[in-house]
């Protein structure tokens, strides 16, 4: 299985989209991290986790699902980077090919040491572009493939029928 743990916070300093969130509201571009890793591992099949630092959120450590992507806060004295690398050490394995999306030098090169491969902010930017623009292909593919009448209906007959067809009066 593919794994790819993103270090939030350093992800989220990288990107332009989320630079311009975490400006107005960090807890925005956390959120839109996340929903984008959402639509990465659901289009790749790759396991997702995203580590931030627990000096952002006070408190204890937290971990929980948010449309299947695993989210890490760290305990209040651990740094994302070595929450990374001990994921890294756990999860490599003879099953698992462990990646670790960063743009920090030093943990990549850490990692790298643990058998995990390396990913640049700025190189999962670009197979999240490329992912988001395979789904609006697709999407649009399907939405011109649906199924017309064989006989010709104005538009408001159509949905009435579409009403009907749906049990809506």
């Known amino acids: 299985m593919d794994i790819l743990l993103v270090d939030g916070y350093n992800i989220i300093g990288a990107w332009p989209e989320l630079i311009e969130l975490k400006k107005?509201?960090?807890?925005?571009?956390?959120?839109r991290l996340i929903e984008l890793m959402a639509e990465y591992?659901?289009?790749?099949?790759?396991?997702?986790?995203?580590?931030?630092?627990?000096?952002?959120?006070?408190?204890?450590?937290?971990k929980y699902k948010n449309s299947k992507v695993e989210v890490i806060f760290t305990k209040e004295n651990e740094s994302a980077d070595e929450r990374i690398e001990k994921l890294a050490i756990e999860l490599n394995n003879i099953q698992n090919q462990v990646s670790v999306a960063t743009s920090?030098?030093?943990?990549?090169w850490a990692v790298f040491g643990q058998g995990a491969l390396?990913?640049?902010?700025?190189?999962?930017?670009?197979?999240?572009?490329i992912i988001t623009q395979s789904i609006h292909h697709s999407v649009k593919?399907?939405?011109?493939?649906?199924?017309?009448?064989?006989?010709?209906?104005?538009?408001?007959?159509?949905?009435?029928?579409?009403?009907?067809?749906r049990g809506k009066k």
């Open 24 to 31: 107005k509201d960090l807890a925005s571009a956390r959120d």
């Open 41 to 62: 591992q659901g289009f790749t099949g790759s396991r997702v986790i995203v580590v931030f630092d627990a000096h952002y959120v006070k408190g204890t450590e937290k």
């Open 104 to 108: 920090d030098f030093t943990e990549q």
């Open 118 to 129: 390396r990913l640049s902010a700025r190189e999962l930017l670009t197979e999240v572009e």
């Open 141 to 165: 593919h399907y939405q011109e493939k649906k199924v017309y009448s064989k006989i010709p209906l104005t538009k408001e007959m159509a949905e009435v029928f579409e009403k009907w067809r």
